[in-house]
């Protein structure tokens, strides 16, 4: 079964803390996902990475930085959290290249991490 | 917005009845999927259709896209209550993104 971990369900943290969210798949998949997830909004991308170490901006990236050291994991890290970053964060991973075939490959998904920032 | 529009927002049947939901979207695609979420958890993907097609099923799913008219739906037949969740659809965008709409909520009653 293919299976993306995202290492905390529920998070409660202080404005100004440090977080990070842990995202590991274990298929080998190329590219991996954060998106965030607000009731009205639907999922907004935050950040991509196409490779180990290599990453591009979503549409909302202000606030949160990522990181990709080795090919199954993917942190998204806010360096200093606010209360408007209270939201759940989704990963996803999929397999195909985008570089061949773009947008083409199925996203699997995390279960999501819910972070309240207060 | 570059996000789709599912419609409509929230859809609530009885048990055995067909649920239909609706996507539209602005811009060109190479495909589009659909995706289901129950409550407070991911998503996991129903199905994927393509451009060039006009139809496909999977199981009790039948999806359409009609792209002149840049909309597509999905129904769900004979739905059940264990079918209760938010369904997404989502279309490529550029090279690698992914935009997706802002759901429909079904609820089936038993």
């Known amino acids: 079964d293919v299976k993306v971990t995202q290492s905390s369900r529920y998070l409660v943290k202080r404005t100004g803390e440090k977080v990070f969210l842990e995202c590991v798949q274990d298929m080998d998949h190329e590219n991996m996902f954060w998106y965030r997830q607000d009731p009205g909004l639907g999922l907004r991308l935050i950040y991509f990475?196409?490779?180990?170490?290599?990453?591009e901006k979503g549409d909302i990236p202000e606030g949160y930085s990522v990181s990709r050291e080795k090919k199954e994991r993917f942190s998204l890290i806010l360096e200093s959290a606010s209360t408007n970053q209270t939201s759940m964060y989704l990963c996803?991973?999929?397999?195909?290249?985008?570089?061949?075939?773009?947008?083409?490959?199925?996203?699997?998904f995390g279960e999501g991490s819910r972070l309240t920032v207060l | 917005s570059q996000q789709g529009e599912e419609d409509p927002q929230a859809l609530s049947i009885q048990e055995g009845e067909n649920a239909t939901m609706n996507c539209s979207y602005k811009t060109s695609i190479n495909n589009l999927q659909w995706y289901r979420q129950n409550s407070g958890r991911g998503l996991v993907h129903l199905i994927l259709i393509r451009s060039n097609e006009r139809e496909k099923h999977s199981g009790r799913l039948r999806v359409t896209l009609d792209t002149s008219k840049k909309s597509s739906s999905l129904l769900i037949t004979a739905s059940r209550a264990a079918d209760t969740a938010s369904y997404f659809c989502?279309?490529?965008?550029?090279?690698?993104?992914?935009?997706f709409g802002t759901g429909t909520r079904l609820k089936v009653l038993a």
């Open positions: 996803a991973s999929s397999l195909v290249s985008f570089r061949s075939q773009p947008n083409t490959g199925e996203l699997f």
């Open positions: 990475s196409y490779d180990v170490k290599m990453k």
């Open positions: 989502a279309r490529g965008s550029g090279t690698y993104k992914y935009i």
